[in-house]
């Protein structure tokens, strides 16, 4: 940020002035063309807004510039706001935005989207911004750039908590880039703020560690200058900017039904002669008419790093260990290998999830963010579209049932994160049902950009973090707890050895056979115990699936003579891979019975052993009800 930006600015009050002006017109002409949107917030926001981007290093003609400054604007509401300032700014045609807002097919949608230019991160779930800020400046600081972020926020969403994390984890890792322009209009949806759900903003940032100035938020000197000033402080600051919900209007000020009410054309004619501006909505109306959508618009910039793999860890026969040790070596070989492109996330599990090896070897790339799985989340993906690739490990019901709505949103954004679950399913054993995630195929299943890895050994669990870490897009690399035997070969050599190269949707016979049993994870090792047991009356072939979301049906294909398959997993048998592959049957026009052994009510605590046994899915058990379906 140049201070001589700001003051080439302030030379050019009047101008921006006007400029400001006309994109409160626009402003109510995209919302009531649309007939729905948020006129209120947007016009309390657009004096702070312009004036930011405005004097931050950003450029229309070089939109992905990797120093460029950050805007955040966790309200995503407020999208007519943004979208008329950046409109303004030549970012694109404000006559495209006016006409096409919220139309099928538009880029311009309700809520701001990042395939949209100069849109940083898609908003609109209330109380994320802050976090996609956080991960915009830990990206920003291992790759050595200097750039500012600028995040607007509303008041009423500061009632989610997770506005709390991304406060703390910013004063505990010096985030100092860091300026959020808070609009403070006192009204939410259902009303005054402090009746709706009091709070005291102010002393929560500052109690915190920030610095808190408060400014007349329709005052552009008072902005800019808090900007300078802000820029001046070693500390991530707050600007409180005292604004006017519908500030311009005369009858929509103060209103809070204009949160998301737009006005009618006779209000529009009304609210565009008080502004002294021109209404030629006649036009847009046209516009609108002809529209035809081109969704190829909506496309999202890949910013991704190119990463050095390197060499695969191969474990021997005779190795006892966890796959999330596996993993936890495998992860630092890629950090060690690429510092200023792999950033890992921790959620006070490091010495559990073995990242802790990370954080002693490479503690620049090591963000502890203690019990904050939301924040974390978020922030994890908003790192990775900014030059990095982002490894946030968790438990399995953190990492995906707790923050399913950030993944959702990280899913939406096409990140590139790979979210590394450890402790899934029944091996989770003695921490109980709270803590036995055992939906992690069926949620990720909701998603449409996620992929879904279960490695069924150590080795095969060091091969796909590298094939992710490569990848560019969203993953989830799912584990248990328990020590797992490397998988061998019938010769007795590892299977996923030396020469194991793995491929996303590629399923592998371990034995084959006549019935096949289709398993992947930590259940690998059980489903080879059932083939033992039944050995001398039923031969069956034991495949894994280590891709549940995208199992490999050509592999399948051979197992059709007899007609039926069995599907044994510690999962939800109502979402898991049986679930998948009966689907996936039918689409195909693939006629055969799936009996799938999985859990079918919430487990018990105990040893993973004696849990499975008493849910009948013990190697003994299934064998058992196997031998009764042929």
């Given at each position: 940020m140049k201070s001589e930006k700001i003051d080439l600015f302030l030379s050019k009050k009047a101008e921006f002035l006007k400029n400001i002006?006309?994109?409160?017109?626009?402003?109510?002409?995209?919302?009531?063309?649309?007939?729905?949107?948020?006129?209120?917030?947007?016009?309390?926001?657009?004096?702070?807004?312009?004036?930011?981007?405005?004097?931050?290093?950003?450029?229309?003609?070089?939109?992905?510039?990797?120093?460029?400054?950050?805007?955040?604007?966790?309200?995503?509401?407020?999208?007519?706001?943004?979208?008329?300032?950046?409109?303004?700014?030549?970012?694109?045609?404000?006559?495209?935005?006016?006409?096409?807002?919220?139309?099928a097919g538009s880029i311009f949608e309700g809520h701001?989207?990042?395939?949209?230019?100069?849109?940083?991160?898609?908003?609109?779930?209330?109380?994320?911004?802050?976090?996609?800020?956080?991960?915009?400046a830990v990206a920003g600081r291992v790759q050595g750039l200097n750039y500012d972020i600028f995040v607007f926020m509303g008041d009423g969403e500061h009632q989610k908590g997770q506005i709390s994390e991304a406060r703390r984890f910013a004063i505990k890792y010096q985030l100092n880039n860091i300026m959020v322009f808070l609009d403070y209009n006192k009204l939410q949806i259902s009303g005054d703020i402090s009746k709706v759900m009091p709070q005291n903003i102010k002393d929560e940032y500052i109690a915190d560690g920030w610095v808190v100035m408060e400014i007349d938020g329709h005052n552009i000197d008072e902005i800019a200058a808090a900007i300078k000033k802000g820029k001046e402080i070693d500390r991530p600051v707050l600007v409180i900017g005292r604004t006017i919900m519908g500030k311009g209007v005369s009858f929509m000020e103060n209103i809070h039904d204009y949160h998301g009410k737009p006005l009618t054309e006779e209000q529009l004619d009304k609210a565009l002669l008080e502004l002294g501006l021109e209404n030629d909505i006649s036009k847009y109306k046209d516009m609108r008419k002809?529209?035809?959508?081109?969704?190829?618009?909506?496309?999202?910039?890949?910013?991704?790093?190119?990463?050095?793999?390197?060499?695969?860890?191969?474990?021997g026969k005779d190795a006892s260990m966890d796959n999330r040790s596996a993993f936890g070596n495998a992860i630092t070989d890629i950090v060690q290998l690429n510092p200023k492109s792999v950033v890992v996330f921790d959620c006070d599990l490091a010495s559990s999830v073995k990242t802790d090896k990370v954080e002693k070897e490479f503690p620049e790339n090591f963000f502890q963010a203690g019990i904050q799985e939301h924040h974390t989340a978020t922030m994890a993906g908003a790192a990775s579209v900014n030059g990095v690739v982002s490894f946030f490990a968790d438990f399995g019901v953190f990492g995906v049932d707790e923050t399913y709505n950030q993944q959702r949103l990280n899913d939406i954004n096409h990140s590139n994160v790979k979210v590394v679950t450890t402790h899934v399913g029944i091996d989770v054993g003695e921490d109980g049902r709270t803590h036995q995630c055992i939906d992690y195929v069926g949620a990720m299943r909701n998603f449409y950009g996620f992929k879904v890895i279960v490695p069924a050994d150590p080795n095969q669990t060091d091969r796909s973090v590298r094939y992710a870490a490569k990848e560019y897009g969203n993953f989830l690399i799912a584990m248990?707890?328990?020590?797992?035997?490397?998988?061998?070969?019938?010769?007795?050599?590892?299977?996923?050895?030396?020469?194991?190269?793995?491929?996303?949707?590629?399923?592998?016979?371990?034995?084959?056979?006549?019935?096949?049993?289709?398993?992947?994870?930590?259940?690998?090792?059980?489903?080879?115990?059932?083939?033992?047991?039944?050995?001398?009356?039923?031969?069956?072939?034991?495949?894994?699936?280590?891709?549940?979301?995208?199992?490999?049906?050509?592999?399948?294909?051979?197992?059709?003579?007899?007609?039926?398959?069995?599907?044994?997993?510690?999962?939800?048998?109502?979402?898991?891979?049986?679930?998948?592959?009966?689907?996936?049957?039918?689409?195909?026009?693939?006629?055969?019975?799936?009996?799938?052994?999985?859990?079918?009510?919430?487990?018990?605590?105990?040893?993973?052993?004696?849990?499975?046994?008493?849910?009948?899915?013990?190697?003994?058990?299934?064998?058992?009800?196997?031998l009764s379906s042929i």
């Open positions: 002006n006309k994109c409160r017109g626009d402003i109510l002409k995209m919302t009531t063309l649309a007939n729905s949107g948020h006129p209120g917030g947007s016009l309390s926001t657009i004096d702070m807004l312009y004036t930011v981007c405005s004097v931050a290093d950003i450029d229309s003609k070089y939109s992905d510039r990797a120093t460029r400054d950050r805007i955040v604007v966790s309200n995503g509401h407020i999208s007519p706001a943004v979208y008329s300032t950046l409109g303004s700014l030549g970012f694109f045609d404000i006559d495209e935005v006016i006409s096409t807002f919220r139309l701001i989207e990042r395939s949209v230019p100069g849109i940083e991160w898609t908003t609109g779930n209330l109380g994320q911004g802050l976090s996609a800020a956080c991960g915009m002809k529209f035809v959508p081109d969704l190829s618009k909506h496309r999202f910039t890949k910013n991704s790093p190119n990463i050095n793999i390197g060499i695969p860890k191969s474990y248990g707890r328990s020590k797992t035997p490397v998988i061998l070969k019938e010769n007795g050599e590892p299977f996923y050895g030396d020469n194991y190269v793995f491929n996303y949707g590629k399923g592998d016979i371990l034995r084959d056979g006549d019935y096949p049993i289709i398993t992947y994870g930590s259940m690998t090792p059980y489903a080879l115990k059932v083939r033992d047991i039944l050995r001398d009356k039923i031969n069956l072939a034991v495949i894994v699936m280590s891709s549940p979301l995208a199992p490999d049906l050509e592999i399948l294909l051979k197992y059709l003579n007899k007609k039926l398959l069995f599907v044994y997993e510690d999962h939800n048998k109502y979402s898991g891979l049986g679930a998948i592959l009966s689907q996936k049957f039918l689409e195909n026009g693939i006629f055969a019975k799936i009996i799938t052994y999985g859990v079918d009510q919430y487990p018990y605590s105990g040893k993973p052993a004696d849990v499975l046994k008493l849910m009948g899915l013990d190697p003994e058990t299934v064998a058992d009800k196997i």
